[in-house]
């Protein structure tokens, strides 16, 4: 399984950023998908998570109502677009992928990882 995560960058505070993973070597349809970040210094934290047939998402308290995780199962892709963002979000993001199972807010119970990419709010 190899996820290729995408689309971080700098962005003025306020700003919006969508960032991208691309899944291959896995039925990307029968897996839960879920973002995650990790700012410096900090333990990496839940942040989003979409059912294998996108009807079914959750959200950290923190990105509620700002953040919106999608899929397209077609083109193996889960996205995450972030809006009014705040240097607080600043973090390394990962994407993750839960192949035993569908929604899930624990790092533990996915099984595979995308490298991170990087999302720097600042001015």
């Known amino acids: 399984v190899q996820l290729q995560a995408s689309g971080g960058g700098l962005v003025q505070p306020g700003g919006s950023l969508t960032v991208s993973c691309s899944a291959s070597?896995?039925?990307?349809?029968?897996?839960?998908m879920g973002w995650f970040r990790q700012a410096p210094g900090k333990e990496r934290e839940f942040v989003a998570t979409?059912?294998?047939?996108?009807?079914?998402?959750y959200y950290a308290d923190s990105v509620k109502g700002r953040f919106t995780i999608s899929r397209d199962n077609a083109k193996n892709t889960v996205y995450l677009q972030m809006n009014s963002l705040k240097p607080e979000d600043t973090a390394v993001y990962y994407c993750?992928?839960?192949?035993?199972?569908?929604?899930?807010?624990?790092?533990?119970?996915?099984?595979?990882w995308g490298q991170g990419t990087l999302v720097t709010v600042s001015s």
């Open positions: 070597g896995l039925t990307f349809s029968n897996a839960g």
């Open positions: 979409i059912s294998r047939s996108g009807v079914t998402r």
């Open positions: 993750a992928a839960r192949t035993s199972g569908s929604t899930s807010l624990y790092l533990k119970e996915y099984d595979s």
